[in-house]
């Protein structure tokens, strides 16, 4: 099927040879806009909060929306809407969390650098035709704009329930402990790994517990690292929508979370799942003893169905389709400001042709 959509979907992480599993659901969006016939082309680039990374980024993008005929872009992340700028043809932003929320730095505190990005993403999304967050919260910092919320979705055929013991073979994981499972990079302070190691300290040695780190490691093994585990502990200061929660429940692992992002709407009623009522690592640390102490697993499958990729997918062409519905008023506008400044007339504009103009 061929939807006839062309997007230029630009992002400013994507995985490359060094990084290899970096962005596993930017990656999985776009696999599924494409089986769902949608003509996607991926245009990345490493910002580094490098100012000249952006500029050689930003004529790289101008050249490709000039010589190739797109009906939209996908700015993934507020900082990427940067490269559409000013605008050739329909831009939807998907902001992702620190983009709108701020950036934490290796003191936990929150970055100037974050300040200035959120004052870009803000001025960026009065100028776009859509915005996307992955977290009702989010919303917030976007009001009064329309904003869809559509969250990262998962690959429920990837995310499969496997016996325990078979996941720790395959892993090489030990068979007679407890395994606590820390999904992320230990060294980015927003994470705060060091608070899930002193919380998995304090538990009582009875209870055997080790804390397994999955970092670095390919997406298509995290459903092992679910699966091998008893418990997710997930203690980051600032979330939007965390893919690691959403893929433990797929998984029907228990997760002991701090409340942050959409967590606590996602855990709620969830029976043996917690949301710690503080952060301090005692707290934790109690909950995730009682967790550990369960007899069974969680039954949290079931409600996350609606974040399979293939309904996400569908929902983000409608917004697509939308879109392009709205794109001749913008066409006849663009159309005539060129005609005004130079002179010749652009006739008979068709949605696809705007990025000759």
């Given amino acids: 099927m061929d939807t006839g959509i062309r997007v230029l979907m630009i992002t400013s992480e994507w995985p490359t040879r060094n990084a290899p599993s970096i962005a596993p659901f930017i990656v999985r969006q776009v696999e599924f806009l494409r089986r769902a016939g949608v003509q996607v082309e991926v245009f990345h680039f490493h910002g580094a909060k490098n100012p000249l990374n952006y500029a050689r980024a930003w004529f790289g993008a101008r050249k490709k929306l000039r ?209 710690c009522a503080d952060d301090r690592p005692e707290t934790i640390a109690f909950e995730l003893s009682r967790v550990l102490q369960r007899p069974e697993r969680t039954n949290s499958r079931d409600g996350v169905l609606d974040l399979d990729e293939r309904v996400l997918t569908q929902r983000l062409i409608g917004i697509y389709e939308a879109i392009l519905r709205k794109a001749p008023k913008c066409i006849q506008a663009h159309a005539h400001s060129v005609e005004v400044e130079n002179g010749p007339q652009y006739p008979n504009i068709q949605v696809g042709d705007i990025s000759r103009i």
Avoid at 118 to 124: C, G, M, N, P, V
Avoid at 234 to 248: D, Y
């Fill in 67 to 275: 010589q190739e005929s797109y009906d939209l872009v996908h700015a993934q992340w507020g900082q990427s809407g940067l490269l559409a700028m000013p605008k050739r043809i329909p831009l939807l932003i998907t902001f992702r969390g620190d983009d709108v929320e701020g950036m934490i730095g290796s003191n936990g505190k929150y970055r100037l650098a974050g300040y200035v990005l959120r004052k870009i993403s803000r001025w960026l999304a009065r100028r776009a035709d859509a915005l996307i967050v992955v977290s009702a919260h989010m919303k917030r910092r976007l009001s009064p704009l329309s904003v869809h919320v559509i969250p990262s979705g998962l690959d429920l055929d990837l995310f499969k329930i496997i016996p325990q013991q078979q996941a720790r073979q395959r892993l090489g994981l030990p068979l007679d402990k407890r395994l606590v499972l820390f999904v992320g990079n230990p060294g980015d302070a927003r994470k705060r790994y060091t608070l899930s190691q002193k919380a998995v300290a304090l538990l009582d040695p009875t209870l055997t517990a080790e804390l397994v780190v999955a970092f670095r490691v390919r997406h298509s093994n995290i459903p092992l690292y679910m699966n091998a585990c008893d418990a997710l502990i997930f203690t980051s200061l600032l979330e939007g929508s965390p893919n690691a929660v959403k893929e433990a429940l797929a998984s029907n692992l228990p997760v002991v979370s701090v409340a942050v992002g959409d967590v606590p709407e996602r855990l709620r009623g969830l029976d043996g799942c917690v949301v």
